[in-house]
């Protein structure tokens, strides 16, 4: 008996009809835009109503292009310049994988700013709504990176429970890292968000929502890239820190500053 699991190995695809498949990755992306959406109608509603739900409609096009365009020219500027500088059509094939989380949330932020400004709509108070919703999309893109056997994480104790062996990743026991990034980044931050916005006094100050989202998500993910296999091409950068870690830093040091500034505005 080995002292380590098995990966299941999953099938990527959940249905494909002749050449058109549809894979888990892109079901996660679109379960987590529809449930967000949904959520996000009731939650501009909450005193200080600060959008329609109508308004909310129209951005989830806004939303998702944001995500998607942010998302992949985050992978190719962040993670890999030279190779698609190269290769420069491999840029649009999304199909090959390849999603920045930290350049598609830049997607987002420009999304945010675009759409306030054209509907006159009070950005923090938009944006706090959006950021309670954001962690459900996230749980369900880790979920899905470890049905794909993707992102697997470093080398554990052979004596760890739940340590597990990853086909495309040699014969080594590693830790779970996509279950534990799904569990902080998804559960964990979902709780906090959902609690944090049933409080009045959270709500009333603009911006603190945000805040509390970005430090909640860059803490989880510098916790999770302890965890996590650096990507081979890029492995550990400045004083031992992974790509994921110094783009998260930024986030939460904004986060932090974003809390304070509404709470000096509700003095």
């Not at 009045?200 to 890239?225: M, N």
Request: with cysteine; glycine share 12%; proline share 6%.
């Amino acid at each position: 008996m080995l002292p380590v699991l098995l990966f299941p190995q999953f099938d990527p695809v959940v249905v494909a009809v002749g050449p058109l498949a549809i894979r888990w990755y892109a079901l996660a992306y679109i379960a987590g835009l529809l449930i967000a959406w949904r959520l996000a109608r009731r939650l501009v509603l909450c005193r200080p109503v600060v959008a329609t739900p109508e308004q909310v409609d129209d951005f989830l096009t806004w939303a998702t292009l944001g995500v998607v365009f942010g998302g992949r020219m985050g992978y190719v500027l962040f993670y890999q310049p030279g190779f698609f500088f190269e290769h420069p059509l491999k840029i649009f094939a999304l199909w090959q994988g390849g999603m920045s989380f930290h350049g598609g949330m830049l997607g987002v932020v420009v999304a945010l700013v675009v759409f306030c400004y054209q509907q006159k709509i009070k950005l923090l108070g938009f944006s706090d709504r959006v950021a309670v919703v954001v962690p459900i999309g996230l749980g369900l893109g880790r979920i899905a990176n470890f049905i794909n056997g993707e992102l697997w994480g470093r080398e554990a104790p052979a004596d760890l429970p739940w340590a597990m062996i990853f086909p495309n990743a040699g014969m080594v026991p590693r830790h779970p890292s996509q279950i534990y990034q799904a569990l902080m980044e998804g559960l964990i931050l979902t709780i906090v968000m959902a609690a944090a916005v049933r409080r009045d006094g959270i709500r009333e100050r603009a911006g603190t929502l945000a805040g509390i989202f970005l430090v909640g998500y860059g803490i989880a993910r510098i916790i999770g890239e302890f965890f996590r296999q650096p990507d081979a091409f890029l492995g550990f950068l400045f004083a031992g820190a992974t790509m994921g870690q110094l783009l998260s830093l930024p986030m939460v040091i904004i986060g932090l500053g974003l809390v304070w500034r509404a709470q000096r505005r509700s003095v």
